[in-house]
């Protein structure tokens, strides 16, 4: 069993930032891929960013490039994604996944690819 737990969402203004850290408990491994997307009200899961287990290989996605970063710490078990510059657009349930099904430097963009979910972190980014 594989237990992941959002923290760090929120209410911020735009041009703030927040920090989200996702904790992973139960079957672990520093084998596992992790990432986040976000969901927002009538819209699509949507990736947002990626990390491999040893945090040589990087993804995001546009909307994300130059202002999230995310990174891993295995020895904690803890992924953390800090977003700066946020802005209204960025409102969404923000959910943890991770897979160990990969080779080790594929961090993968969809969804489907990824069977161990957290049950996410609200952010909302008032004007």
């Known amino acids: 069993q594989v237990q992941l737990v959002e923290s760090g969402g929120g209410l911020v203004q735009a041009g703030g930032s927040l920090r989200l850290t996702c904790a992973h408990s139960?079957?672990?491994?520093?084998?596992?891929?992790k990432a986040w997307f976000r969901q927002a009200p009538g819209k699509a899961r949507e990736f947002v960013a990626g990390?491999?287990?040893?945090?040589?290989?990087?993804n995001y996605t546009d909307f994300a490039e130059g202002r999230f970063t995310i990174s891993r710490d295995n020895a904690k078990n803890t992924v953390s994604l800090q977003m700066n510059n946020l802005e209204p657009k960025d409102t969404a349930v923000y959910y943890c996944?991770?897979?160990?099904?990969?080779?080790?430097?594929?961090?993968?963009?969809?969804?489907?690819?990824?069977?161990?979910w957290g049950q996410g972190t609200q952010v909302f980014v008032s004007s």
């Open positions: 996944a991770a897979a160990d099904v990969f080779p080790r430097l594929v961090v993968p963009t969809l969804a489907r690819d990824y069977p161990h």
């Open positions: 139960g079957r672990t491994t520093s084998s596992f891929v």
């Open positions: 990390i491999s287990w040893n945090a040589v290989t990087r």
